[in-house]
């Protein structure tokens, strides 16, 4: 059985390269020249994909959320309207889509609600993401699946059983599921890799790795135990205002994952054990044999 979803020109899947997304989410910080600035980076490193967040804040900001105060980088203001400073509007995503043919890289978004995944699909992005946090949200999961699309789901803070019932609702056909952890940085003893292997075993559709760690080792991790997606939050600087920058990785960093992941696949291999030529010096002068 071969797993494979085509997302734009790209296979992923069995015996493909990892397709590898950076995240952008909101470590733009509602502003532009960020934004342009991280897809620089995804594309100097060879990322396949940088990938967005879209929410319309009075569908997604729960009521008894939306006066409470915060300090951001607009001054002391209320949740809802930072949500709104870190939204951009039809003229940005128009730019963000521009830019991105521009330099040559695919864009998507993860939409939390039904009108911001309408707003986004009018792009016609190559797949769309659903983000953990909306795995539940079943209406939104048959919007999804009405566009057509591929789909890329995540799965943090999910139980098996609201998985199974997702998945249901999705089908295993045209989709990737992501394993996740969703605590923004996890910790190491949570990122519970393994589930990539479960997941592989009970779906036949391809498996992916959303991860929230500091570091790179257990993203490359991911690929060795089968994901064929990789999904890691980009920042221009760790220290950045916001909630998901201590999580992200910074420039350089992202250029380095993309070696180890690469390297990773490089040497896997057949699991077919033989002589190499490049041994056969060694064999010729440290080989011994008795009875």
């Known amino acids: 059985m071969e797993r494979i979803v ?56 729960p009521e008894h959320q939306r006066n409470q105060m915060r300090d951001t980088p607009w001054g002391y203001i209320s949740y809802l309207d930072y949500r709104y400073k870190v939204e951009f509007d039809k003229e940005g995503y128009d730019e963000i889509d521009h830019y991105a043919k521009q330099i040559g890289i695919d864009w998507f978004a993860s939409s ?16 769309h993401k659903i983000p953990s946090a909306l795995l539940t949200d079943h209406e939104l999961l048959r ?18 059983n609201e998985i199974e019932q997702a998945m249901e609702i999705l089908g295993e056909d045209n989709v990737i599921v992501c394993h996740a952890t969703s ?21 036949k559709c391809p498996v992916g790795y959303s991860g929230h760690e500091v570091g790179l080792v257990p993203s490359a991790v991911a690929v ?17 205002w916001g909630s998901d920058q201590s999580a992200s990785v910074e420039p350089q960093g992202v250029e380095t994952l993309v070696k180890y992941i ?12 033989q002589v190499y030529d490049s041994e056969k010096s060694s064999l010729s002068k440290l080989r011994r044999y008795s009875q």
């Open 143 to 160: 919007a999804y699946k009405a566009t057509g699309k591929p789909i890329i789901a995540s799965t943090g803070m999910s139980t098996l």
């Open 224 to 240: 060795a135990l089968g994901a064929c997606l990789v999904e890691r939050h980009i920042t221009l600087d760790r220290s950045m």
């Open 183 to 203: 605590s923004y940085p996890c910790p190491p003893e949570e990122l519970n890799l393994k589930v990539i292997q479960a997941l592989k075993q009970k779906y």
């Open 6 to 61: 085509t997302i734009g020109n790209r296979k992923v899947g069995d015996g493909q390269p990892a397709y590898i997304i950076g995240e952008v989410g909101i470590n733009h910080n509602g502003s532009l020249e960020n934004a342009k600035a991280l897809m620089r980076v995804a594309k100097k490193a060879g990322l396949d994909a940088v990938k967005f967040q879209k929410r319309t804040p009075l569908l997604c900001v």
């Open 262 to 273: 690469r390297v990773i696949e490089k040497s896997m291999g057949d699991g077919i054990k």
């Open 112 to 127: 939390w609600d039904i009108p911001s995944l309408e707003f986004i699909e009018s792009y016609n992005p190559p797949t």
